[in-house]
């Protein structure tokens, strides 16, 4: 019985990590598929996703958060 709900804990806490890091993917995937639907073509989503984590990152580590 604890060895089944502890199994349970595990795979609930993956299936949690697991949406929590598709959750920036998915959301430029969504984004891409908002300009393909309008016609604007966008090869530049990864740089822009890039380019965002690493403005993130350097405004974190100026500001000391």
Partial sequence: MLDALF???ILISVAAATIRIATPLLLAAIG???????GVYNMGLEGMMLMGALTGYLAAYESGS
């Fill in 32 to 38: 891409e598929l908002v300009a393909e639907r309008t």
């Fill in 7 to 9: 199994q349970a804990s």
